[in-house]
C-alpha cells in the first residue's frame, strides 16, 4: 500500500506562515489531502489536491504539489492559535492512507 | 459539522464482548468507509462500502465486519474483543471517490 511521511512537530510564532511537509510513494493516488484534528475532536477535511494539479490556494491554505518528488505541501498564511491542532496528510484513490500526522503548535 | 454522524460517543466494553458501532452519512452520499485510530497504528483503513456493496478492504480484522444498509446507513461490528482493539473508530463518507467528510468517532474502550 501507500506509504505516507509527515515530520511529527512543528512550532511558530503566531502571525508567521506555517509550512507543514508530507512525502507519499504511489504515485497513482488520484487524491492528496490535508485534514485537521483537534483535541478530541474528528478529521476536518481542509483541502484536497487532484494529482494532476501543482497548486490550489483557498483563503489562508495553500497546497503544493511536487508529482516528480511525490512532495505536498500545506502553507498556512498568518498563522492563529486557533490553528494549534494535529494536520494529517493522506494519498489515495477510494480508501486513504494516512501519515501520522504533524502536531502544529502557534505560539502567542 | 461534517454531516456524517456516529453512535454511540463512547463505548466501554470488557474482553471477549461484542459491540456494534453505527454510522449515518451525508444525505447523498453512497460510500462509507470506517478507519481506526490508534495510538500505535495510527489512523488505518478498515473497509469501503458503495450503496450496500463491499468495495474494498483494509487492514481489517476477521473479527470485525461492516454492512451497509438499504437507506446507506453503516454499522462495524467488532467481535471477541481484545484490549488492543481499544481506538478511535471513525466513519466518513463521499460521492463516491474523491472529498471523504469525517463523523466524529466512537471512542472504544476495552477493558
Redesign the interface.
Known amino acids: 500500500?501507500e506509504d505516507v511521511e509527515q515530520s511529527l512537530f512543528l512550532s511558530v510564532r503566531e502571525g508567521d506562515s506555517s509550512v507543514i511537509n508530507c512525502t507519499y510513494t504511489d504515485s497513482s493516488s488520484?487524491?492528496l489531502?490535508w485534514?485537521k484534528q483537534e483535541p478530541g475532536?474528528?478529521?476536518?477535511?481542509l483541502t484536497?489536491i487532484f494529482s494532476n494539479m501543482d497548486m490550489k490556494q483557498d483563503q489562508r491554505l495553500t497546497v503544493l504539489l511536487n508529482k516528480k518528488d511525490k512532495h505536498l505541501s500545506l502553507r498556512i498564511a498568518d498563522t492563529q492559535t486557533g490553528d494549534s491542532a494535529i494536520y494529517?496528510c493522506?494519498a489515495?484513490?477510494?480508501?486513504?492512507?494516512?501519515?501520522?500526522?504533524t502536531r502544529l503548535t502557534v505560539i502567542p | 459539522d461534517s454531516g456524517v454522524t456516529q453512535t454511540p460517543k463512547h463505548l466501554i466494553t470488557a474482553t471477549g464482548q461484542r459491540v456494534t458501532l453505527r454510522c449515518s452519512p451525508r444525505s447523498g452520499d453512497l460510500s462509507v468507509y470506517w478507519y481506526q485510530q490508534s495510538l500505535d497504528q495510527g489512523l488505518q483503513f478498515l473497509i469501503h462500502y458503495y450503496n450496500g456493496e463491499e468495495r474494498a478492504k483494509g487492514n481489517i480484522l476477521e473479527r470485525f465486519s461492516a454492512q451497509q444498509f438499504p437507506d446507506l446507513h453503516s454499522e462495524l461490528n467488532l467481535s471477541s474483543l481484545e484490549l488492543g482493539d481499544s481506538a478511535l473508530y471513525f466513519c466518513a463518507s463521499s460521492v463516491f471517490a474523491g472529498e471523504q467528510y469525517f463523523g466524529p468517532g466512537t471512542r472504544l474502550t476495552v477493558t
Not at chain 1, 41 to 45: C, I, R, S
Not at chain 1, 92 to 101: S, V
Open positions: 500500500g488520484t487524491y489531502y485534514y475532536a474528528g478529521l476536518q477535511l484536497y494529517f493522506a489515495g484513490a477510494n480508501n486513504l492512507f494516512f501519515g501520522t500526522g
